[in-house]
């Protein structure tokens, strides 16, 4: 078995699920047990800073090995999975040399990834796949991307040739959850860019993400014993139904978007006939139409409020992330040497706008310029969860690469 098929199957058996409902930090203690693993190998492969702090943090540096004055580059990854799906008990299988044919999944035969629903393992023939066994996620997200920067780590440390500045590790736990760099500690990190290693296709460099808002809703009804209620009962419940229903059913929902169009996406409903909460997140490129959604968003309920002249509402946003293009377009050198060593590797060059956000979205507006990586992570957040080996080992190779790129720009 490939190295990093190895280190990635290991990590996968860990479950580090988050909790978008739990109010510690970080939000489940599982997620620790794998930053200990990984703390742990990182002192065995001599990384002697290599330490976890009280919020599940994962700090750790390669030293320099040149003379150089070069920035510092920080690599960084989530350890926890999805609350989509189930993380526990996760039982990786490798599928060597994929010819094509459909994958079965044994545990649930019903799973099954094929070709017609997963285009992009048109492009994976004679790859080794690892995919879940049928009745779990596979953790993927994004514990191929901490498996390629342990393997980096780790070649670095064996091969002292390889000339580089200060490398510096970062492993976040809840990033599933939008609080993955809550606590980070910049100034203790050190570091003058950064790259996560989130991403999707081989190839894909992605410095464009969705802006992001959260909408809650309290919808306020009038309580009432239901055999005495005529006249008297406002049941939010039903009004919160009606609201629902009035959203628009061809645009504006992630069935019906894609590329750079934004939406507005009910996530979380709860309560009763006397009070009812629904939580929205809205997605847009555009800050500026960001907004225009959310004022149409809030039409839509002041409408459908004015038909009931005993109920209230309540309308609070809370702003999530920003599109880091924005910080992004200040620092083109960050782009230009990540694209060049891709290209060196010999891949193609994709540059997709992320329909979603990253820890280097909010890192970049903390001070830390950010753009996201591939590491061939595919079908997230589901059961048909897959990962290529081969795209694994080329995101490794462009990290190498990459390291010397910056050593080599100074």
Wanted: overall charge negative.
């Amino acid at each position: 078995m490939k190295p990093i098929a190895e280190r990635f199957m290991r990590y996968v058996k860990i479950d580090t699920q988050s909790d978008p409902h739990s109010s510690t930090f970080p939000s489940t203690e599982k997620q620790k047990d794998l930053s200990r693993v990984l703390v742990q190998e990182l002192l065995d492969m001599g990384i002697a800073d290599a330490h976890l702090d009280e919020f599940g943090y994962v700090y750790a540096t390669v030293p320099s090995n040149s003379d150089k004055n070069i920035p510092v580059v920080c690599f960084c990854s989530h350890v926890d999975t999805a609350p989509d799906c189930t993380g526990t008990n996760v039982k990786p299988i490798l599928h060597e040399n994929f010819q094509g044919d459909d994958i079965v999944l044994p545990d649930d035969p019903a799973q099954i990834i094929s070709v017609s629903e997963h285009p992009y393992l048109k492009q994976k023939l004679g790859d080794d796949i690892i995919t879940a066994s049928g009745l779990t996620l596979l953790g993927a997200d994004d514990k191929s991307g901490v498996a390629i920067i342990m393997e980096l780590a780790s070649y670095l440390q064996k091969n002292n040739h390889i000339k580089h500045g200060d490398i510096k590790i970062l492993f976040t736990p809840d990033e599933e959850v939008g609080r993955g760099v809550d606590h980070v500690d910049i100034k203790k990190l050190g570091a003058d860019v950064a790259y996560t290693l989130d991403g999707g296709e081989l190839g894909a460099l992605e410095s464009e993400n969705f802006s992001a808002d959260g909408v809650q809703i309290d919808i306020h009804g009038v309580s009432a014993h239901p055999g005495y209620g005529k006249d008297k009962l406002v049941n939010a419940i039903k009004i919160a139904g009606e609201f629902l229903d009035a959203l628009p059913k061809s645009s504006l929902s992630p069935e019906t978007t894609d590329g750079k169009d934004g939406f507005f996406h009910p996530v979380d409903i709860s309560g009763n006939a006397e009070k009812t909460t629904i939580h929205f997140i809205v997605r847009d490129f555009s800050e500026e139409i960001l907004h225009q959604h959310e004022a149409h968003l809030k039409e839509i309920l002041v409408n459908t409020m004015s038909k009931h002249s005993k109920a209230s509402y309540a309308f609070e946003v809370k702003e999530q992330y920003r599109n880091m293009k924005e910080v992004l377009d200040l620092h083109p050198k960050i782009i230009e040497l990540a694209a060049n060593a891709i290209k060196e590797c010999g891949l193609p060059l994709h540059s997709i706008p992320v329909r979603g956000g990253t820890d280097g979205s909010r890192l970049s507006f903390m001070g830390l310029p950010c753009p996201n990586i591939f590491t061939g992570e595919m079908a997230f957040h589901s059961k048909q969860e897959y990962v290529s080996v081969q795209d694994m080992e080329k995101a490794t190779e462009v990290l190498i690469a990459l390291v010397q790129r910056w050593e080599q720009s100074v």
